[in-house]
Protein backbone atom coordinates (compact mmCIF):
# COMPACT_ATOMS: atom_id res chain seq x y z
CA UNK A 1 0.00 0.00 0.00
CA UNK A 2 1.25 3.38 -0.97
CA UNK A 3 1.99 5.56 2.08
CA UNK A 4 2.14 8.75 -0.06
CA UNK A 5 5.76 9.22 2.32
CA UNK A 6 8.80 9.35 1.24
CA UNK A 7 12.53 10.04 3.01
CA UNK A 8 15.01 12.50 1.79
CA UNK A 9 18.80 13.87 2.92
CA UNK A 10 20.56 17.20 1.85
CA UNK A 11 23.70 15.70 2.14
CA UNK A 12 27.22 17.39 3.92
CA UNK A 13 27.81 18.63 0.22
CA UNK A 14 24.92 20.44 -0.70
CA UNK A 15 25.09 21.71 2.69
CA UNK A 16 28.21 22.31 3.30
CA UNK A 17 27.81 24.58 0.04
CA UNK A 18 25.01 26.73 1.05
CA UNK A 19 22.18 24.81 -0.99
CA UNK A 20 19.93 23.40 1.42
CA UNK A 21 17.44 26.04 2.23
CA UNK A 22 17.27 26.15 -2.17
CA UNK A 23 16.26 22.66 -1.87
CA UNK A 24 14.34 22.51 0.69
CA UNK A 25 12.23 25.58 -1.20
CA UNK A 26 12.27 23.41 -4.50
CA UNK A 27 10.74 20.36 -2.29
CA UNK A 28 8.12 22.57 -0.68
CA UNK A 29 7.09 24.24 -3.55
CA UNK A 30 6.52 20.77 -5.41
CA UNK A 31 3.96 20.33 -2.85
CA UNK A 32 5.97 18.31 -0.52
CA UNK A 33 4.73 18.73 3.62
CA UNK A 34 7.75 18.31 5.94
CA UNK A 35 6.07 15.99 8.32
CA UNK A 36 9.66 15.48 9.93
CA UNK A 37 13.19 17.24 9.98
CA UNK A 38 16.39 17.38 11.30
CA UNK A 39 20.06 18.62 11.01
CA UNK A 40 22.52 15.84 11.87
CA UNK A 41 25.89 14.80 11.83
CA UNK A 42 26.14 11.28 11.49
CA UNK A 43 28.73 9.19 13.27
CA UNK A 44 30.89 6.27 11.12
CA UNK A 45 28.83 3.69 12.91
CA UNK A 46 25.37 5.66 12.58
CA UNK A 47 25.97 6.03 8.40
CA UNK A 48 27.34 2.33 7.72
CA UNK A 49 23.76 0.56 9.65
CA UNK A 50 22.06 3.41 7.12
CA UNK A 51 23.70 1.57 4.12
CA UNK A 52 23.88 -1.54 5.38
CA UNK A 53 22.11 -2.60 2.03
CA UNK A 54 24.88 -1.40 0.15
CA UNK A 55 27.60 -3.00 2.50
CA UNK A 56 29.05 -5.37 -0.10
CA UNK A 57 29.24 -2.89 -2.87
CA UNK A 58 32.22 -1.22 -3.58
CA UNK A 59 31.53 1.96 -3.08
CA UNK A 60 30.44 1.42 0.54
CA UNK A 61 33.37 2.64 1.96
CA UNK A 62 33.78 5.58 0.46
CA UNK A 63 30.12 6.26 0.77
CA UNK A 64 30.02 6.01 4.40
CA UNK A 65 33.01 8.24 4.61
CA UNK A 66 31.53 11.08 2.56
CA UNK A 67 27.88 10.78 4.80
CA UNK A 68 29.96 11.22 7.62
CA UNK A 69 32.65 14.77 6.45
CA UNK A 70 29.64 16.88 7.27
CA UNK A 71 26.00 17.59 8.69
CA UNK A 72 22.73 16.69 6.55
CA UNK A 73 19.09 17.45 6.61
CA UNK A 74 16.87 14.26 7.34
CA UNK A 75 13.47 14.84 6.61
CA UNK A 76 10.15 12.83 5.91
CA UNK A 77 8.12 14.28 3.04
CA UNK A 78 4.32 14.34 2.51
CA UNK A 79 2.11 14.35 -1.05
CA UNK A 80 0.32 12.04 -3.17
CA UNK A 81 2.79 9.33 -5.41
CA UNK A 82 5.88 10.77 -2.50
CA UNK A 83 8.20 8.19 -3.82
CA UNK A 84 8.38 8.06 -7.34
CA UNK A 85 7.35 11.91 -7.90
CA UNK A 86 10.45 12.66 -5.15
CA UNK A 87 12.99 10.82 -7.43
CA UNK A 88 11.55 12.38 -10.75
CA UNK A 89 11.93 15.54 -8.88
CA UNK A 90 15.27 14.75 -7.84
CA UNK A 91 17.05 12.83 -11.15
CA UNK A 92 19.27 10.24 -11.62
CA UNK A 93 21.73 9.05 -9.18
CA UNK A 94 24.35 10.47 -11.19
CA UNK A 95 24.06 13.69 -11.67
CA UNK A 96 25.80 13.44 -15.23
CA UNK A 97 22.31 12.09 -16.10
CA UNK A 98 20.20 13.68 -14.02
CA UNK A 99 17.43 15.59 -16.48
CA UNK A 100 17.72 19.08 -16.49
CA UNK A 101 16.28 21.15 -14.03
CA UNK A 102 16.03 18.11 -11.65
CA UNK A 103 17.55 19.00 -8.01
CA UNK A 104 20.77 17.07 -9.06
CA UNK A 105 21.28 18.67 -12.35
CA UNK A 106 21.19 21.61 -10.01
CA UNK A 107 23.58 20.78 -7.28
CA UNK A 108 25.31 17.83 -7.94
CA UNK A 109 28.53 17.46 -8.77
CA UNK A 110 28.96 13.80 -8.53
CA UNK A 111 27.48 10.10 -7.92
CA UNK A 112 29.02 10.31 -4.18
CA UNK A 113 28.51 14.51 -4.03
CA UNK A 114 25.06 13.74 -5.59
CA UNK A 115 23.23 16.83 -3.45
CA UNK A 116 19.98 14.42 -1.75
CA UNK A 117 18.84 11.19 -1.16
CA UNK A 118 15.93 9.83 -2.15
CA UNK A 119 13.82 6.34 -1.01
CA UNK A 120 12.96 4.03 -3.21
CA UNK A 121 10.24 2.18 -2.42
CA UNK A 122 7.25 2.79 -0.28
CA UNK A 123 9.08 -0.14 2.08
CA UNK A 124 12.16 1.20 2.23
CA UNK A 125 10.78 4.92 3.12
CA UNK A 126 9.41 3.51 6.11
CA UNK A 127 12.57 2.16 7.16
CA UNK A 128 14.96 4.78 6.63
CA UNK A 129 12.24 7.16 7.55
CA UNK A 130 12.04 5.16 11.30
CA UNK A 131 15.66 5.26 11.36
CA UNK A 132 15.54 8.82 12.32
CA UNK A 133 13.17 9.99 13.67
CA UNK A 134 10.77 8.55 16.47
CA UNK A 135 7.38 8.10 16.35
CA UNK A 136 6.80 11.85 18.61
CA UNK A 137 9.45 13.57 15.45
CA UNK A 138 6.61 12.78 12.72
CA UNK A 139 3.64 14.67 12.05
P1 LIG B 1 21.72 7.23 -2.78
O1 LIG B 1 20.85 6.48 -3.73
O2 LIG B 1 21.19 8.37 -2.06
O3 LIG B 1 22.32 6.16 -1.74
C1 LIG B 1 23.38 5.31 -2.14
C2 LIG B 1 24.47 6.16 -2.69
O4 LIG B 1 25.64 5.50 -3.09
C3 LIG B 1 23.98 6.82 -3.96
O5 LIG B 1 23.00 7.77 -3.60
C4 LIG B 1 25.27 7.40 -4.51
O6 LIG B 1 25.55 8.68 -3.95
C5 LIG B 1 26.32 6.41 -3.97
N1 LIG B 1 26.98 5.68 -5.03
C6 LIG B 1 28.30 5.72 -5.32
N2 LIG B 1 28.58 4.92 -6.36
C7 LIG B 1 27.43 4.36 -6.77
C8 LIG B 1 27.05 3.46 -7.81
N3 LIG B 1 27.97 2.95 -8.64
N4 LIG B 1 25.76 3.09 -7.92
C9 LIG B 1 24.83 3.59 -7.07
N5 LIG B 1 25.12 4.44 -6.06
C10 LIG B 1 26.40 4.84 -5.91
Redesign the pocket.
Known amino acids: MATNRTFTMIKPDATAAGNAGKILDIILENGYKVVALKYIHLSTAQAGAF ?1 EI ?1 KERP ?1 YND ?1 VSFMTSGPIYAAILEKENAVADFRTLIGA ?1 NPAEAAPGTIRNLFAKS ?2 A ?1 AV ?1 GSDSDENAMIEGAFFFNRFERF
Open positions: YHFLTIDNH
